[in-house]
């Protein structure tokens, strides 16, 4: 106990949920790991495999289309015109506070925080420009804060609600802006969601030009052969709270610190490995700990 001298202060991972490529539930998704599925394929549920810099193999979620809008009070003109990264962040949400024992409703005027990490809506492009609805309804449902205030609207919260975009550890400072919003009082439990979902075949003919992806849709990270990662899908949600409020716990969250790169003369775009050891220097450092 290095930082919480209470062990009814620690904060706790007390609900998941949450939708990956070709799985439904966490459930699935651990029994595919576990069995060693491939869960990346070529299929063309997404778009038509027309441009050939576009690598074929991605990771796609299932039931993109299915959404209960009266459960969550949703006219269906709105539903519509949601994004389907929201739709999905509202179910989850409901799931995981489930999945830690508790009936959502009487979370109604609690102070929950919803703190989403994204980095692109590219629904965008439809909602916005190519396709501007008469009722402005495309404003509302793919505005990226929404992911965030529309939960806390669904779901009547009143704690801190927005959205973090740090490219790709948005999810990672969405958990960190969470366990301190708990930390210091800010609110007494939060919702952390993380989400990505590929709508648009030209962002990932970016990825594919800027060289970052493999051609052949296969993530081999730290072997010999790796030439580049795989795009694929996932909707993920915890709830967090307090170890004395919590009525399970899959894990600790001990601690978190962020930090930043600054300039490298490589690109802004390259990984750090000093300041990454700086970080983890610092971090132990403040819990008062020696990794060795």
């Known amino acids: 106990r290095a930082y919480c001298e209470d062990p009814g202060d620690e904060i706790v991972i007390s609900g998941i949920s949450g939708r990956f490529p070709n799985t439904a539930n966490v459930a699935e998704f651990a029994d595919n790991l576990y069995n060693k ?5 070529d299929s063309e549920t ?6 050939p810099e576009v690598p074929r193999r991605t990771g796609k979620t299932v039931n993109l ?12 003109r709105q539903a519509n015109a949601i994004d389907p990264q929201c739709r999905m962040l509202m179910e989850h949400s409901y799931e995981a506070i489930l999945d830690a024992g508790i009936n959502p409703k009487s979370l109604r005027g609690s102070r929950t925080s919803v703190t989403i990490g994204c980095c692109f809506v590219e629904s965008e492009s439809y909602l916005f ?8 309804l495309g404003l509302t449902g793919s505005a990226r804060a929404m ?53 648009h075949p030209n962002l990932t ?9 493999s051609k052949t849709g296969f993530c081999r990270p730290l ?4 030439n580049g990662y795989t795009r694929a899908e996932a909707v993920t949600v915890l709830f967090l709270q307090k170890r004395r409020d919590a009525k399970r716990a899959y894990a600790n969250v001990v601690y978190c610190k962020t930090n930043n790169d600054g300039f490298k003369k490589e690109s802004i775009t390259y990984p750090s490995g000093e300041s990454q050891i700086r970080l983890l220097d610092e971090f132990y450092k403040d819990l008062k700990m020696d990794p060795t």
């Not at 205030?149 to 609600?161: K, M, W």
């Not at 999810?171 to 210091?184: H, K, M, T, V």
């Not at 003919?205 to 992806?213: H, I, P, S, T």
């Not at 072997?223 to 790796?226: E, G, Q, R």
């Open 223 to 226: 072997d010999k052969d790796a």
């Open 147 to 199: 992911l965030a205030n529309r939960i806390s609207f669904a779901l009547d919260l009143h704690g801190p609600s927005f959205l973090v975009d740090t490219a790709c550890s948005s999810g990672c400072y969405a958990l960190d802006a969470a366990f301190e919003s708990i930390r210091s009082g800010e609110c007494d439990s939060a919702i952390v969601g993380a989400t990505n979902l590929l709508l």
């Open 37 to 41: 599925v491939d869960m990346v394929d």
């Open 205 to 213: 003919l970016q990825f594919a030009r800027l060289g970052v992806l």
């Open 129 to 136: 420009y190519e396709n501007t609805l008469k009722d402005g």
């Open 65 to 76: 289309d299915k959404f209960d809008a009266s459960f969550f009070s949703v006219h269906h």
């Open 46 to 51: 997404r778009w038509k495999h027309i441009d």
